[in-house]
């Protein structure tokens, strides 16, 4: 389905319907030319014409075997994703009175967190009549971040909102992708390059008009 859609944001030899266009591509000089020219030297070079820019004045078309495109621009949309990194929200939850154990149980997991490049969202719950303890709960969240300042940064300031009281943390290291996700990218990569090289049929075979060459 993604290979589909790739492939219907591309027009390629006859359905490209401009007057002319501009031709890029290997060994090429970059030129403007009448479409029809454009499309009978892709074919005398046993390759296709791809309109890779429709908005530019003239359109810009490349000179490549249509199947070849189409994996250099799967395999670069894959790199992007490769590089985007996922950066989830970790959740800690506190009550007012917390003691040293729980605290330092939560703030080893946090340490974890940010280490992984995740973000921490720790709050003190107020239930009932604990809502009179909200100073005690903002001086537990500053003490939690100060405690955690080797491994993140205070991205939002305690706020109560309803009966929690939230401050946000934010890894200070740039988070790198996760291995599993990188094996999975690599291994895709792989299975693409063994495939063998399929030629995608020539859809266009030049027009003959006469009195032009």
Not at 12 to 19: A, F, G, S
Not at 31 to 53: C, F, H, N, R, W
Not at 100 to 125: E, I, M, P, R, W
């Amino acid at each position: 389905m993604k290979k589909d859609n790739l492939k219907q944001q591309y027009r390629i030899n006859e359905q490209i319907h401009v007057r002319e266009v501009r031709i890029v591509g290997d060994d090429v000089e970059s030129v403007v030319m009448p479409t029809y020219k454009a499309i009978q030297l892709a074919e005398s070079k046993g390759v296709d014409l791809v309109e890779i820019s429709p908005n530019a004045t003239p359109p810009v078309c490349r000179l490549i075997d249509y199947s070849k495109f189409l994996y250099q621009q799967k395999k670069r949309q894959k790199e992007m994703k490769a590089k985007q990194v996922k950066v989830d929200v970790k959740e800690i939850r506190f009550g007012p009175q917390t003691d040293d154990h729980d605290y330092n149980f939560k703030l080893k997991h946090a340490q974890g967190f940010l280490s992984d490049g995740d973000k921490v969202k720790a709050y003190v719950f107020f239930k009932g009549r604990s809502i009179l303890f909200k100073e005690q709960g903002e001086v537990l969240l500053l003490r939690f971040a100060n405690d955690l300042e080797e491994y993140g940064k205070v991205e939002q300031m305690p706020v109560l909102e309803g009966k929690r009281m939230i401050i946000m943390l934010s890894p200070k290291k740039a988070p790198q992708p996760r291995k599993t996700e990188k094996a999975s990218e690599e291994q895709e990569v792989k299975a693409e390059k063994s495939q063998p090289k399929q030629n995608a049929p020539k859809e266009y075979k030049g027009p003959h008009m006469e009195g032009e060459d």
